[in-house]
Each structure stands twice: as C-alpha cells, then as structure tokens.
Nanobody, 122 residues
C-alpha cells in the first residue's frame, strides 16, 4: 500500500519556523514531482510549493516565496518544507502529494498524505 506520511506540524508563534517532512512508504517516489498543498478551514486546497523530479526545479506560491523552501532527499526518500517567518495566515492543514505538476494544481496529484496541522498564533 502506498502512503505519504507527513510530520513536523504544530503550534507556533508568528515569526517562528517549522520544518515539515514527507516520507513516502510502499514505493519510491524518486520519479514523481513532490508537492505541498494546504487547506485552511472553509477553503479549497491551495498550492504551496513543488519540486520536480526532473532537474529538481522548484515553484512557490507568491504568498510563501522567500519564506518557505522545499527540498528532497532521494537517498532517504524524504521531502521537506522549511517554513520560516510564519504568519497567522499560514495556519492550515498541510498535505504532501506526489504527481506530475504542470499547473501546480491539486488535481494533478496522484497520491496524498493524511495532512499535518500547522497553527500560527499572532
């Protein structure tokens, strides 16, 4: 069974940092683009960042550029999202996903994790 398991969420104050991890199990995701999406209460899934398997190029949502960094460690089959200078508006459930992203759209995802809650207090 294929699973993406996120970890690293929590409750922090504005300005703090968190690092989210995504560890796929059941198969290697080396040849998939890996993305992070988030969903705030009452809102749709929102693109956060993606790292592509071919060449390692990255994309970020405008709202997180300069604050978040995505990386992947293929040797350990893990994807990270380093989140710095967190703001209350970053509060959401963060999901790791695997797929082939051309439009950075959630519906391009093939596999999803269960999500990890990030709460940023002001």
């Amino acid at each position: 069974q294929v699973q993406l398991v996120e970890s690293g969420g929590g409750l922090v104050q504005a300005g703090d940092s968190l690092r989210l991890s995504c560890a796929p199990s059941g198969r290697t995701f080396m040849m998939y683009d890996m993305g992070w999406f988030r969903q705030a209460p009452g809102k749709e899934h929102e693109f956060v960042s993606v790292i592509r398997w071919a060449g390692g190029s990255t994309d970020y949502a405008e709202s997180v550029k300069g604050r978040f960094t995505i990386s992947r460690d293929d040797a350990n089959n893990t994807v990270y999202l380093q989140m710095n200078s967190l703001k209350p508006e970053d509060t959401a459930v963060y999901y790791c996903a695997a797929g082939y992203y051309r439009r950075n759209n959630p519906d391009e995802s093939t596999y999803w994790g269960q999500g990890t809650q990030v709460t940023v207090s002001s």
